[in-house]
C-alpha cells in the first residue's frame, strides 16, 4: 500500500474536488487515467492503488511536474485538433476534464468513452461547460465545482450513493 498523501489545506480549498475525486478513486479501483490538465489530480491518482496507467494531455509544459512510470505525459498544443483525439486509449475508466477546451473534451469523451466510464469536470459550474455535459445521459453534481458523467445508469447508482 502507498503511503498517504497529504493535501495541504490551500490545495484543498482552491480544488474543491479532492474530497470527491479521492472518494471516486478509492470507491471506484479505476485502472486507467486519461487526464486534460495534470496537477493536483493527477497526484491524487498517482497514490491510489488500483491505478496502473495515467495519460496526461498538456499544453504548457511547465505543468509537467510529476515523474512515475505509471504516468505518460503528453504535450500538444491547444490549438491541435489531437488535443481532444485519444490516441487509441478509448478503454479507460476515468477520465479527468481540468484544463482548456473543457466542453471540447468531455464531447471527446462522449463519443470515444466505454459506457461504464467515469468523466469527472473540475470547474463544473460554469455555464459554458453544460451543454457538452447534457450529452450524457448521467451527470451528479457533487458541489457547484465538481461534476461526475456516465452512460451507465448502474455506475450513476453509485455515485449518489457517494
Known sequence: MKEKFIV????????SFVPMYTKILNKFDPTTVFEWGP???TM?????DSIQRIVSIEFDARWIKHY???LASVIVP???EMYTTFFGLEDIDLYFVD???RADCLLACF???KDEALICLHDAGRISYHSALSEFPHVHFFDAGFAVATKSSKIYDRLKNL
Open 111 to 113: 463519443v470515444n468513452a
Open 44 to 48: 491524487l491518482a498517482l497514490y491510489t
Open 39 to 41: 496537477g493536483l489530480n
Open 99 to 101: 484544463s482548456r477546451r
Open 78 to 80: 491547444i490549438e491541435s
Open 68 to 70: 512515475d512510470e505509471r
Open 8 to 15: 495541504s489545506s490551500k490545495d484543498a480549498e482552491i480544488h
